[in-house]
């Protein structure tokens, strides 16, 4: 596994997993709001390590990464509000961030493909990190778990990518990208757009080959 590619995995995963996990108006949020709403869109999209997509792309994602940022730090009950509609509920969700809901028949969260993955992080001794009352297959957990591993446990890597989370990430990207831009939630949006495209260049950086399931949403 290439070191560097390992290490521009874990950059990506380390900004964006907060994104998908924690309600940005709490407080333990704030100084990655507060960075990315300072930065240059510009000088993100030139140092942003690993993207497949054009520069374009890239920096429409990044402007829109700071514009959220700064809405966020600007109203945060707002963004707030953003964020348990489209990641926590109580009501309909129309992109669930759990993996198990895409693909198991009942569309349910803790399915056959979450408790598969439960299964495979104790197998490798790495269980400590899989709360077993939370859904292990959550996409924010999952990134954070790419970059921990891509640091500590590389040589899993592979295996955890093509079999348990690459098999449903651009499927659930391309479901929340949409819906974000149009309730213009630009952070969220952009969130979306540079882990899809940091993922997608992963597995053609490890020359993944990834078997896809059916989808059931």
């Given at each position: 596994?290439?070191?560097?590619?390992?290490?521009?995995?874990?950059?990506c995963c380390?900004?964006?997993?907060?994104?998908?996990?924690?309600?940005?108006?709490?407080?333990?949020?704030?100084?990655?709001?507060?960075?990315?709403?300072?930065?240059?869109?510009?000088?993100?999209?030139?140092?942003?390590?690993?993207?497949?997509?054009?520069?374009?792309?890239?920096?429409?994602?990044?402007?829109?990464?700071?514009?959220?940022?700064?809405?966020?730090?600007?109203?945060?009950?707002?963004?707030?509000?953003?964020?348990?509609?489209?990641?926590?509920?109580?009501?309909?969700?129309?992109?669930?961030?759990?993996?198990?809901?895409?693909?198991?028949?009942?569309?349910?969260?803790?399915?056959?493909?979450?408790?598969e993955l439960?299964?495979?992080?104790?197998?490798?001794?790495?269980?400590?990190?899989?709360?077993?009352?939370?859904?292990?297959?959550?996409?924010?957990?999952?990134?954070?778990?790419?970059?921990?591993?891509?640091?500590?446990?590389?040589?899993?890597?592979?295996?955890?990518?093509?079999?348990?989370?690459?098999?449903?990430?651009?499927?659930?990207?391309?479901?929340?990208?949409?819906?974000?831009?149009?309730?213009?939630?630009?952070?969220?949006?952009?969130?979306?757009?540079?882990?899809?495209?940091?993922?997608?260049?992963?597995?053609?950086?490890l020359g993944?080959?990834?078997?896809?399931?059916?989808?059931?949403?």
């Open positions: 596994m290439g070191v560097e590619l390992m290490m521009q995995a874990k950059v380390d900004l964006l997993a907060p994104l998908f996990l924690e309600d940005p108006a709490k407080p333990g949020v704030r100084p990655l709001l507060e960075t990315l709403a300072g930065a240059d869109a510009e000088q993100l999209a030139g140092e942003w390590p690993l993207f497949a997509g054009d520069d374009e792309a890239l920096g429409q994602a990044m402007v829109q990464l700071r514009s959220g940022a700064v809405a966020a730090l600007t109203d945060p009950q707002g963004a707030s509000r953003a964020f348990h509609h489209l990641f926590v509920g109580p009501r309909h969700l129309v992109a669930p961030p759990w993996g198990s809901v895409y693909t198991d028949h009942e569309k349910v969260v803790f399915g056959e493909t979450c408790l439960g299964l495979w992080l104790r197998r490798q001794g790495i269980d400590r990190l899989a709360d077993q009352t939370e859904p292990p297959d959550h996409i924010g957990r999952m990134l954070a778990l790419l970059g921990w591993m891509a640091e500590h446990r590389p040589e899993l890597v592979g295996e955890y990518a093509a079999g348990h989370l690459l098999t449903w990430s651009h499927h659930y990207f391309e479901r929340l990208e949409p819906v974000a831009r149009e309730e213009g939630h630009d952070l969220y949006r952009a969130a979306a757009a540079l882990a899809d495209g940091m993922l997608l260049a992963f597995q053609e950086g993944l080959e990834v078997r896809y399931p059916r989808f059931f949403m």
